[in-house]
Nanobody
Framework: QVELAESGGGLVQSGGSLRLSCAFS????????MGWYRQAPGNERELVAR???????SYGDSAKGRFTISRDHIKNTVYLQMNDLKPEDTAVYFC???????????WGQGSQITVSS
């Protein structure tokens, strides 16, 4: 069983920065593709960024050039560094663990980020 615990959300002014953390509890952290998704009110959940066990990262269009995803295999934690935040980045951000071998997906509880103009 996998559990994901997010932290680091909050309120920030436009142009500011935040770092989200997602602590992974369970076995074989390295076997999971880790990702961050977000969902704003009235919108569908969308990909922000994801990272493979080898560190290969991919980003949604809204995150390119501003956000950086990383993972620490000793701490079993994935991070999302967000810079130059904009009001349109306001959303609940969710951590995801994807075991592609067994088609299993786990989600964190979500962390609210609000960017004021």
């Amino acid at each position: 069983q996998v559990e994901l615990a997010e932290s680091g959300g909050g309120l920030v002014q436009s142009g500011g920065s935040l770092r989200l953390s997602c602590a992974f509890s369970g076995n074989m952290f390295a076997f999971y593709i880790m990702g961050w998704y977000r969902q704003a009110p009235g919108n569908e959940r969308e990909l922000v960024a994801r990272i493979t066990d080898g560190g290969g990262a991919s980003y949604g269009d809204s995150a390119k050039g501003r956000f950086t995803i990383s993972r620490d295999h000793i701490k079993n934690t994935v991070y999302l560094q967000m810079n130059d935040l904009k009001p349109e980045d306001t959303a609940v951000y969710f951590c995801q663990a994807h075991d592609i071998r067994n088609s299993l997906v786990y989600w964190g509880q979500g962390s609210q980020i609000t960017v004021s103009s």
